[in-house]
DNA sequence: CTGTTAGCGCATTCAG
DNA sequence: CTGAATGCGCTAACAG
């Protein structure tokens, strides 16, 4: 019983033709009147927009793409939704690309049903455009992406190909920063967690950090290294390890905050004082370090300016604007002391 | 210099006519072969299939999608992509909707540049149809979306709206879950932080704790309620407000986990003992809530299962499996015990 | 200023 | 099993 399929009440929904019609117009004045064209009297227009009123009319953007060839949205890859820093990158991104006149369109990682499927997002024109954001250095789509002539930003991470445009934050002055500040406040022994060596985020962090260590003449013992993916994990079972090396060290600088929060929770679990026991600092500035009872002392990165500029960089190709090879914007970071940063214990 | 707007080498994707071309046959053999049509011979669907491949070729979605009338695409509209909820929540809506051959398109409301904007990207057929994660009780959208037709499901939140398919967990045994454990841990000051009350969250939940409070004889003293948007600030402020009186509640339960947490850094950070002077508890099970420093004790929703229902549901309607008036999916609440819940103080 | 015409790239009849 | 023809809803040339 009720093998209504989709016949009865299935009205479909108005067409510009509807709309002609009901104003008593030709379909093509029915766009112009609706898409602010000037050659246009005041009085039709008038007219049209009634009728789409009346009858509720909303353009089939799928049909206006198909002509068009652009379909005003961006294609945004993120690996882990669930990671705090992309949100906030995301609501940045909206800001700046909706200024633009483009809509944003997600895709996490676990969206994908494999690399394939990043690229026939564009090629089946439903995005103009894509901004990665968490790329790692040996990212496998390049050849792909240029065979497409998919206009492409690289947003927080590097990789190494210039044909991309490549948007950043100064990694490695933010990672001389942390080391310049743990010196001063007079650790000798200091570890270090870190990313993934293949994201170009830990790989510069660590290359400032460390250069800073060695000019400041405190180097970092190798046996204080560790790494991991950005996870609480990775921090947690980091400075667990770290505590349990006799001496321990007296600070850790962390790959990002969400590194240095999992490294928190070990140290205040295990029952040390922060930061009369420990130092930490991280880097991102989230929004939980900024938490009263946690205080941690970290790295900003202006992601407001970085979402702009890769707006920015994206939509000139877009525009035809520029065509060349891959250009790189990197902002300034910034330190933000909080409560996790101290002198060593004596 | 350069005026190369889009002339030059603008070689526009590969159609479905070059890949016939190149294999020898017509488009719509094209179009059989790719879409595995039964009929039709191996050996050609071969050919087809090898040149589409040389070719790079992918089919246009927005052609396709004008005939088929299909986008195999949800819009998931989220009102704060920062609340860490959230970003969970689409996880699972990935994988379910996912599983059913539907794509997400991730709406923030940051994004929306107004009312309207939500439902023309369904009548722009852009998408096939709506979840709605964190209308408010008085949403205002209800009778656009039901003139459109736009099959539509409400997620984690309700409204008072029977046209539509709601989702959500028992959010007042999950009240009640909290007031019992607060009366049955020895708690008489009680006290409530309640999210914001035109969201069904809150009314539910607000409901089932002061009814189980009721029936164990441990009322809610009217000054000992406070209530705000989700964020941690609510919480924040909330619980310093409630510690400032004479004598100070010994428990709180929290609206969700974002207050919650707001109410644990206000009162680590005013340096009180978490149990031993103050139980906090709040909804929702968030990641940093299970952090070992923290332990945060909280009421876990189980959003694979209700993710699930939503896809189902959804999809239903858009098979044209069903048809008819609003369904309600009601799924159970856990309680998840940790370390910020003790017997209060002696 | 407005109407007529011609496709955008594809899925889908209808012939054969 | 395959090819030719049709049109989804719209924008953009081209006439007038």
New binding site residues.
Partial sequence: MATTKRSSGAQ?????????ELA????????????G?????E???ARVVDAAQRLN????V???S????RANRIGVFLSDITNPFYPRLVECLEREFGALGYDLILFSEGSARGDQDHIDHFLG?TIDGLVFTSAKLDFPLGDRLAAARAPTVFLNRHIDDDRFDRVVSENVAGGRLAGELLVELGHRRIAQISGPPQTSTARDRDAGFQAALEELGATLDPAHYRHGPYTHETGFEGCRSLLAEDPPPTAIFCGNDVIALGAWDAAVSAGLEIPGDLTVVGFDDMEVGSWSAIGLTTIRQPLDQMARGSAELLVGRLNGDYDGPGRVLEFPVEMVRRRTAGPPPR
């Fill in positions: 479909r929904p108005p067409t510009s033709h509807d709309v002609a008593g117009v030709a379909q093509s004045t029915v766009s112009r009147a609706l898409n064209d000037p050659n246009i009297s009085k039709t227009r009319y909303s353009p089939n799928m049909a206006r198909l002509i068009t060839r024109s």
